[in-house]
């Protein structure tokens, strides 16, 4: 487990839309993966809508900020950096994870059969993830600097970005027996 989503993953609105049952009718676009999906859901669910309420646009990330620009959607399930320049752009915060505590997670996951052989590359990940954040805790300035090339964004958005640095590591071990 390398963290939890406290509000990272968001649904972001055009201004006129200001409850959750505004959306019926509307063009709603979100990433079609597993978050994408628990989100629209949770969001249906809170507003009391059906999935055939509204106009559900797949889409993946990088097509996010076009989408609004150009309004093919009127909603956008999105997370950062997407997401503050959307809202620099008008789109209102309407919803987020922090309604979901604990239940969006980024995992890494190993099948057991490649452990051995990937042994190398997990090390390597792990070590450059903790490095990563390592330097970002101890070098914030340079560590802006550089994801703000690398994101395409202004340090001042970096910070908002990564407000909450936190990232842990947890180990299980449960092995499989049945194939998938």
């Known amino acids: 487990m390398f ?90 915060l309407l919803y987020d994870s922090r309604k979901l505590p604990e239940i969006l997670v980024d995992v890494l996951v190993i099948r057991q059969d490649r452990l051995q052989q990937r042994q190398k590359a997990l090390k390597h990940l792990l070590k450059a993830h903790f490095r990563a954040l390592k330097h970002q805790l101890t070098s914030p300035d340079d560590s802006r600097f550089r994801l703000s090339t690398w994101l395409k964004a202004t340090p001042a958005d970096i910070n908002h970005f990564y407000r909450y640095p936190i990232s842990f590591i947890i180990i299980v071990y449960w092995p499989v027996t049945q194939p998938y």
């Open 3 to 92: 963290d939890i989503s406290a509000g990272a993953d968001q649904l972001l609105t055009r201004p006129d839309i200001k409850q959750l049952s505004d959306l019926a009718g509307q063009r709603i676009g979100y990433e079609s993966g597993a978050v994408g999906e628990l989100m629209l859901a949770k969001i249906l669910t809170e507003a009391g809508l059906s999935r055939e309420q509204l106009q559900v646009i797949p889409l993946p990330f990088y097509q996010h900020e076009s989408a609004w620009s150009q309004q093919t959607i009127d909603a956008l399930i999105t997370f950062e950096p997407a997401a503050t320049k959307l809202k620099n752009q008008g789109a209102r």
